[in-house]
């Protein structure tokens, strides 16, 4: 079954950080780029983050350049998002995408 699970989601204070994560199964990991995209309430979607095949190549929206790191385990099939420093705009349901195939999202809350 072709399918990305998130995981990591949850509620941390500004300031504070969180990793994700997306388990892949059913297609060729290794041979697609990967994405990290975000919904917040009453907004559109996000591309927060991408990254490469072979992680020779990275883009990071400018909203959060700085902060976030993606990275990927091709062995694992296996996509990360580390995010540091989070804020309350950060909030937000995270898919991971690629394949043509979307996660169900995890959410991430930030509160004081």
């Known amino acids: 079954q072709v399918q990305l699970a998130e995981s990591g989601g949850g509620l941390v204070q500004p300031g504070g950080s969180l990793r994700l994560s997306c388990a892949a199964s059913g297609f060729t990991f290794s041979d697609y780029w990967m994405y990290w995209v975000r919904q917040a309430p009453g907004k559109g979607l996000e591309l927060v983050s991408a990254?490469?095949?072979?992680?020779?190549?990275?883009y990071y929206a400018d909203s959060v350049k700085g902060r976030f790191i993606i990275s990927r385990d091709n062995a694992k099939k296996t996509l990360y998002l580390q995010m540091n420093s989070l804020k309350f705009e950060d909030a937000a349901v995270y898919y991971c995408?690629?394949?043509?195939?979307w996660g169900q999202g995890t959410q991430v809350t930030v509160s004081s």
């Open positions: 990254i490469s095949s072979g992680s020779v190549n990275t």
């Open positions: 995408m690629g394949g043509r195939v």
